[in-house]
């Protein structure tokens, strides 16, 4: 080999190297700020967790971070079971009614405005599909005042259903379906179902359903996440404590602490109780993890 060729090999070795060496670098800057997020991000639940097995004493007397010596989850578990007759637990039945309802038919509904938007074609479908789109953009809150009204004039103020119509109407819904059933789902498939003498409620639900089901998972539980943490909607809406879903009951408990003459204060009742509250999150979200990957990613890159 002449002395030229082993210069090259030699700078070539050299470059491959330090490419390895700056990989390596990006590799490990990379895995510290990951570790940094998840750190950032669990943080707030250790403490949670931490806290509620502390009695009130506890809490200002004890290291934040560090467990008790004497831990008081099973005490705070059956003060929480016995405060105001267990009001607690009826909150926890009103945000899974809430929840599991507007999730279930809000699902449904915003399936069927989005296969209607996708497969068809009618007078006035850009127009809906701008108007849905733009719909986005309004906030919630502004809302508010109109929903309440209506929600009235229906005399469903205080009712399970006066909270669950609204939000079913999810746009964000009709659109990411729309998306989803457009790409997911061939024309071809309805013109089959047609010369097999199918009618649009048999295509639709024997056909269409089970194809774009990644669809619907993930937008079942967006909805439901959504339900399950509504807070403004229900504090609106309702002015019974037995209605009340979690997150208004435990604001109130949490206003209700630095008010005179409401006894011993809550601390222990709002930690567990929060914690219980964001139990089903955290049961839920692995178990259909990939779903929601998958019906996410499949939605927004052919979005």
Same mark, same amino acid.
């Given at each position: /080999?002449s002395?030229?060729?082993?210069?090259?090999?030699?700078?070539?070795?050299?470059?491959r190297?330090h490419? &390895?060496? *700056?990989?390596?670098?990006?590799?490990?800057? &990379?895995?510290?700020?990951?570790?940094?997020?998840a750190?950032?991000?669990?943080?707030?639940?250790?403490?949670?967790?931490v806290? !509620?097995?502390?009695?009130?004493?506890?809490?200002?007397?004890? &290291?934040?971070?560090?467990?008790?010596?004497? $831990?008081?989850?099973?005490?705070? $578990?059956?003060?929480?079971?016995?405060?105001q007759?267990?009001?607690?637990?009826?909150?926890?039945?009103?945000? +899974?009614?809430y929840?599991?309802?507007?999730?279930v038919l809000?699902?449904?509904?915003?399936?069927?405005a989005?296969?209607a938007?996708? *497969?068809?074609?009618?007078?006035?479908?850009?127009?809906?599909?701008?108007?849905?789109?733009?719909?986005?953009? %309004?906030?919630?809150a502004?809302l508010?005042?109109?929903?309440?009204? /209506?929600?009235?004039?229906?005399?469903?103020?205080?009712?399970?259903?006066?909270v669950i119509?609204? /939000? %079913?109407?999810?746009?964000?819904?009709?659109?990411?379906?729309?998306?989803?059933?457009?790409?997911?789902?061939?024309?071809?498939?309805?013109?089959?179902g047609?010369?097999?003498?199918?009618?649009?409620?048999? %295509?639709?639900?024997?056909?269409?359903?089970? +194809? +774009?089901?990644?669809g619907?998972?993930? $937008?079942?539980?967006? &909805?439901?996440?959504?339900?399950?943490n509504?807070?403004?909607?229900?504090?609106?809406l @309702?002015? *019974?404590?037995?209605?009340?879903?979690?997150?208004?009951?435990?604001? +109130?408990?949490?206003?209700?602490?630095?008010?005179?003459?409401?006894?011993?204060?809550?601390?222990?009742?709002?930690?567990?109780?929060?914690? @219980?509250?964001? @139990?089903? !999150?955290?049961? $839920?979200?692995?178990?259909?993890?990939?779903?929601?990957?998958?019906?996410?990613?499949?939605g927004?890159v *052919?979005?």
């Amino acid at each position: /080999m002449s002395l030229t060729s082993k210069s090259h090999a030699t700078t070539s070795l050299q470059r491959r190297n330090h490419k &390895s060496s *700056k990989d390596r670098v990006k590799t490990s800057l &990379s895995m510290i700020l990951i570790i940094v997020m998840a750190a950032y991000f669990l943080f707030p639940l250790y403490w949670l967790i931490v806290a !509620m097995t502390k009695s009130t004493n506890q809490l200002f007397n004890t &290291s934040m971070l560090a467990f008790p010596a004497h $831990l008081n989850l099973w005490a705070n $578990l059956k003060w929480l079971n016995s405060y105001q007759n267990g009001m607690f637990w009826r909150w926890v039945l009103n945000s +899974i009614i809430y929840a599991v309802g507007a999730g279930v038919l809000g699902t449904l509904v915003s399936a069927m405005a989005g296969y209607a938007l996708s *497969k068809y074609n009618f007078k006035l479908k850009n127009t809906l599909s701008v108007a849905i789109l733009g719909s986005l953009m %309004i906030p919630g809150a502004a809302l508010a005042i109109p929903v309440f009204l /209506m929600v009235k004039s229906l005399g469903l103020i205080n009712t399970y259903a006066g909270v669950i119509l609204p /939000m %079913i109407v999810n746009p964000f819904g009709v659109y990411f379906m729309m998306v989803f059933i457009k790409e997911s789902m061939p024309g071809e498939l309805i013109d089959s179902g047609r010369v097999d003498g199918a009618n649009d409620y048999k %295509i639709f639900f024997r056909i269409a359903l089970p +194809i +774009i089901r990644p669809g619907l998972v993930t $937008l079942f539980l967006i &909805s439901f996440i959504g339900a399950w943490n509504n807070f403004f909607l229900p504090l609106v809406l @309702l002015n *019974k404590t037995s209605f009340y879903p979690l997150t208004v009951g435990l604001q +109130i408990w949490t206003a209700n602490l630095n008010s005179a003459g409401t006894g011993q204060p809550l601390y222990p009742l709002i930690l567990i109780g929060s914690f @219980l509250s964001i @139990l089903p !999150m955290l049961i $839920l979200f692995p178990i259909l993890r990939k779903h929601i990957v998958s019906g996410i990613a499949m939605g927004g890159v *052919k979005a």
